[in-house]
């Protein structure tokens, strides 16, 4: 099983990066997937969710409006567009996946850093 995130960096306040996860080793289709990121000193906090039925989102009241994510069940991927990108955003973000029908698979990317910072 492996999730392997890019297109994390340094990034100006007001920019935009999208993030993507590569998923593979297990049914893509039967996963919720979800981005987590953790800054310095915080703990791990849930970012964005994206079900493995009908696709519906849920996103952290602090990225909403904001952030989008998105899936391709097709290409194994799930990304994560951010925009309008603050200092407060600047974290390790984590690609997730957990199996709908039981808690017992859960997976986890390795990071991918992402800097917010003039």
């Known amino acids: 099983v492996q999730l392997v995130e890019s297109g994390g960096g340094l990034v100006q306040p007001g920019g935009s990066l999208t993030l993507s996860c590569a998923a593979s080793?297990?049914?893509?289709?039967?996963?919720?997937m979800n981005w987590y990121r953790q800054a310095p000193g915080k703990e791990r906090e849930l970012v964005a969710q994206?079900?493995?039925?009908?696709?519906?989102?849920h996103y952290a009241a602090s990225v909403k409006g904001r952030f989008t994510i998105s899936r391709d069940n097709a290409k194994n991927t799930v990304d994560l567009r951010m925009y309008s990108l603050k200092p407060e955003d600047t974290a390790v973000y984590y690609c997730?996946?957990?199996?709908?029908?039981?808690?017992?698979?859960?997976?986890w990317g390795q990071g991918t850093q992402v800097t917010v910072s003039s």
């Open positions: 997730n996946a957990r199996n709908r029908f039981t808690t017992a698979y859960v997976y």
């Open positions: 080793g297990f049914t893509f289709s039967n996963y919720d």
């Open positions: 994206i079900r493995s039925i009908a696709g519906s989102t």
